[in-house]
């Protein structure tokens, strides 16, 4: 079966670079979610999106972004990176409520490293 | 706000013992709970979804229990093995929102 599709899965910038990752979320699954987990710590959620709008936001710092595309696709922008933002970035795809979706299904993670 | 926090935060037993690691919550108010397994440096496993109605959830091994009234899910490994170790972390899903999740307890199974 198909899963959450992320890329790069790595990814190496310096500070105040920019980056984007890239979310593929499960055929059909209009819903997808970024998360953000540092270095020993639990994943933390950053937004989320239905059908291309943002639904949730969570600790997401100003200096991300993020969109949902209309093949419902997501990409996290991340601008004027520190090295605090080094972590793994998982994306996570589910149906909507509506839908009658209940779990949310992760994908690998880009592992982002700021030096 | 949900809070999640898992006991204990760290276990190392040897193979073949039964063990139980423990996830509470602060809001009863859930829509479901899933049990997820972390090796080091990679993404996420699903175990186990139990939904707010239901009462436990099993998978070969693996049984995780919810008791939405006092907040709390256990998940269950039987006959533990040296490939169970990793770190496991429960998430609490309330409705209409994102998944919170527990530091995770860190489990070492010795051969």
């Known amino acids: 079966a198909a899963g959450v599709i992320q890329s790069p899965r790595h990814l190496i910038k310096e500070k105040r670079e920019t980056a984007t990752l890239k979310c593929y979320p499960i055929p059909r699954h209009d819903t997808v979610y970024w998360y953000q987990q540092g270095p020993g710590q639990d994943p933390q959620f950053l937004i989320s999106?239905?059908?291309?709008?943002?639904?949730d936001k969570g600790s997401i710092p100003d200096r991300f972004s993020a969109q949902q595309f209309s093949d419902y696709h997501s990409e996290l922008n991340m601008s004027s990176l520190e090295l605090g933002d080094s972590a793994l970035y998982f994306c996570a795809s589910s149906l909507s409520f509506l839908a009658g979706g209940n779990e949310q299904y992760f994908g690998p993670g880009t592992r982002l490293t700021v030096t | 706000k949900q809070e999640v926090t898992q006991i204990p935060a760290a276990l190392s037993v040897p193979e073949g013992e039964n063990l139980v690691l423990n996830c509470s919550f602060t809001?009863?108010?859930?829509?479901?709970l899933q049990w997820f397994r972390q090796d080091p440096g990679k993404g996420l496993t699903s175990l186990l979804l139990i939904q707010s109605s239901q009462r436990e959830q099993t998978s070969g091994r693996l049984n995780a229990s919810l008791d939405k009234s006092s907040g709390r899910s256990t998940l269950y490994i039987a006959a533990s093995q040296p490939g169970d170790s990793a770190t496991y972390l429960c998430?609490?899903?309330?409705?209409?929102?994102?998944?919170?999740f527990g530091p995770g307890t860190r489990l070492s199974v010795l051969p």
């Open positions: 809001d009863s108010a859930i829509y479901n």
């Open positions: 999106f239905y059908e291309k709008m943002q639904s």
């Open positions: 998430a609490v899903r309330n409705y209409g929102q994102n998944f919170v």
